[in-house]
Each structure stands twice: as structure tokens, then as C-alpha cells.
């Protein structure tokens, strides 16, 4: 019930399900079949990352109860009306390889991109400050043309550009087609230019699955590039698997493990 967003000490969780049960007295040969709701409430009181004390407080509602709950007499209403309230006080112990148990853990949803945007800055600078030309004047009087510093290449093969997908998908999100249309026209503009296309997926899942799924991810961007006039000589697939540079434990996290990038070549 997310108490864990604001306190680190207090803890509580609801529970529900239905359930079959039998009553039986052999000394009389009753059976008593019945189907039950359960319903209840846990408190919970953090003493350390392993342990808690608990107190749980469920009642259990059966229906088609025909006998008394010691099966000694039938009844024509249902004996104590059917419903019983348990009351309960224990001792929770957390075990597994963790620090903490997923009751008092709050998966953050932002993620460090500051990496990213000093990445990005650094790349606007340089976009900003190098100009079409540079012509060096020597004595006598000569011109040198130095060519352009192939930026684009450089923002392709840092990352800048990447297409997304959704968990468990091969098929490009929709806001990936602003970076497919930039490696397009770039490879347009560049035809002696060949491309790495690169699959990867988050780490949820078997190592064998994040392969084929990595490498269907980045065969479908080739697709698209095929589709699109390029030339199928002029790309190749490249399969990342789970990408082990991204966070695990964050959902944010993982929607950028799950992404195919390109390296210009």
C-alpha cells in the first residue's frame, strides 16, 4: 500500500483469495464441504533489513456451511454465522542475496542521464564552433582547405542516435522514427559509408532469449533501412544481448537497455 514511499519503519499489506475447505467429526461420520473468501490485513514493523514483526488480523466467510465448526450438530443457519476472524503476531525473516526485501524497497523512476547530457552538450558545442571552412593563409599566398570534422558520424557512433522498443518487443516504439529518418538521410548524403547496426536487450529474461531477441530487434531496423533504398551490402547486424551497462533494478533503466544503436563505419 506503498507506506514505504514515506515511512521506512511501517509496512502494510493487504491480502485476498478464495479457497475450498472441509469440515469433518469421524466420530459421527460428518463431512462438511464449503468453499470460503479470505480477506485481511498485515501491519508491519521494520526492525532491520531482515527481520520485521508482523501482526495479521483475515476472516474467513464460508458459504454452504451446514454444520457447527466441531461438526457436533447441524444447524439451520450457518453455524456462527459462517465466519471466523483470525488474529495473528509473528516474526518476518527476509532471506535471499538483496539488501533489502521488495516490501520496503521504492524502484526509483529517475535515472542518472547525466552522462548524456554532457554528452549532448559537448556535441552541440562542438556543432556550434567548427565552421563549414577553414582556410589557412600562407606566405606566399596559398589557400589549404581543411575538410569538415564528420560530426554527424561522430553523434551516430557516440549513441546520440537510437532506436527504442517496448519489453519483450522487436518492433521500433513511435518515437524512434525521428532517429531512423537522421541515420537514413545521413546514409543517403554518405554513400561510401557502411553502418553496424547493434540489437540489445534489458537483462530481464535467460541470456539465450536476450540474444535472438537483440538480433530480431536489430534485423528489423536493417529491414527498414532495406526498405527505405539502402543498400543491403552497406549494413550488418550486430547482436549486444542484454546490455550489462544499464541498471537492472530500474524500470527506466531498462527502456534504454532495450534499444538498437549504430556504428558508422
Known sequence: MN?????????LLGHAGFGVAQLENKDVHVKDRMGNFIAGVTGQ????????????????????????FDCGCPIESRGFTGVLFNGTVGLNVYLGKNTKHADWTVI?????????????????????????????????????VVENKDVMKEMINDKYYSVY???????????????????????????SASLDIIGYADQVGKSEYNEKLS???????????????????RLNVVTGG??????????????????????VK
Not at 538480433?215 to 551490402?233: C, D, L, P, Q
Open 3 to 11: 507506506f514505504e514511499t514515506w515511512t521506512k519503519t511501517i509496512g
Open 45 to 68: 514493523i521494520r526492525l532491520s533489513d531482515r527481520f520485521a514483526l508482523t501482526g495479521d488480523f483475515s476472516t474467513i466467510l464460508n458459504a454452504r456451511q451446514d454444520y457447527t
Open 108 to 144: 526509483s523512476e529517475t535515472v542518472d542521464l547525466s552522462a548524456y547530457d554532457n554528452k549532448l552538450a559537448e556535441l552541440e558545442n562542438q556543432i556550434k564552433n567548427i565552421p563549414s571552412k577553414q582556410v589557412i593563409v600562407e606566405k606566399p599566398v596559398t589557400n589549404t
Open 165 to 191: 522498443f517496448d519489453f519483450n518487443k522487436a518492433t521500433p516504439i513511435e518515437n524512434s522514427t525521428a532517429a531512423i529518418d537522421v541515420i537514413l538521410t545521413y546514409l543517403r548524403k554518405t554513400p
Open 215 to 233: 538480433n530480431t530487434r536489430a534485423t528489423n531496423v536493417k529491414t527498414i533501412f532495406e526498405k527505405a533504398g539502402i543498400e543491403s551490402s
Open 242 to 263: 542484454a546490455d550489462t551497462s544499464i541498471q537492472k533494478d530500474s524500470e527506466e533503466a531498462r527502456r534504454l537497455a532495450r534499444r538498437v544503436t549504430f556504428r
